[in-house]
């Protein structure tokens, strides 16, 4: 596996982390204090010329005098997060915390134009996306699908970083099989939610999910196609997507499929990993338990024209 690197200039190391903390002394109101720790070598102190690397789960500190030093603030998933930044030309910083704060899903500058595709009247469907969309705030299935996936694969890529280089292109991964790992994903959690008639995607089993990523049902979600309304402006798949779906040979297939499936399952395992349990005595057992980015994401990613898309 290749290393993820970022080389830091002044400004980033300067910024550093900020600590936050309330202090309450006797006979006194609770205090708000900050601080700000700038980044260096821990070794040398050196502050110049410092670069991030990343490993597995693991990451370090290098500086100009060949210090390799582990950072107890640096981990794995705080350096993807900035070779994401780097990549895609946005400001450098860090991101505080230890969770993922960044979509790290690449966009692809493509026609984002809507596929056309038939309606038809089904009054069973009809209700169960109007009762979908009053429990999640007037948003539709497909919507919440497409957040969701995308969300995951950005915790996913974030902390393993098989996937990140197998979908990132700043560790020589490609942007089209991270988006169409979305894609597949967002179609098994619509999949799961209408057969079960769910009206959360957190509700839905972990298990439910995986099975429809798994070698022998996956081929089902080629056909699948969230209904589209003529009335309403409301994602549903790219045209592109169609194309991409019915078109792809076997390979390509099945490199979205298990990149999908990989996704749903190395967030599963991490969550099992946090709370100190071996993945193989127990199991996740539904969606909502998965962890997710800090950022919430708006549809301008995929609804937007090419002209229009952000980094």
Sequence with gaps: ????????PLSVTDQGFEHSFWERRPGAAEEWHSFKEPLNCPECTATRGLRLVAHGRAAHVECPLGHQRPDGLISARIVRQMSHLAHTGQP?????????????????????????????RNPA????????????HDTLPFT?????????TSVAMADDGHLFERLHPAARGSAVDAHMAVALLALAMYAAARSAGALAVGDLPVQTVADLLGPDRAPELKTVRPRFRP??????LRAADVARLTGADRPQWETWREAAADVVAFVAEDVLRERHRNPREGAVRFMHYLKHTWESDAQTWYTAPASEQPA
């Design 1 to 8: 596996m290749m290393y993820e690197l970022v080389h830091l």
């Design 92 to 120: 450098l910083h860090l991101p505080q915390g230890d969770l993922v704060r960044i979509m790290m899903v690449p966009r692809l500058v493509e026609d984002a134009s809507l596929a056309r595709l038939p309606w038809e």
């Design 125 to 136: 469907l009809d209700r169960w996306e109007i009762a979908f969309e009053v429990a999640n």
């Design 144 to 152: 919440v699908c497409l957040m969701e996936a995308r969300s995951l």
């Design 231 to 236: 009335q309403a402006s409301v994602p549903h």
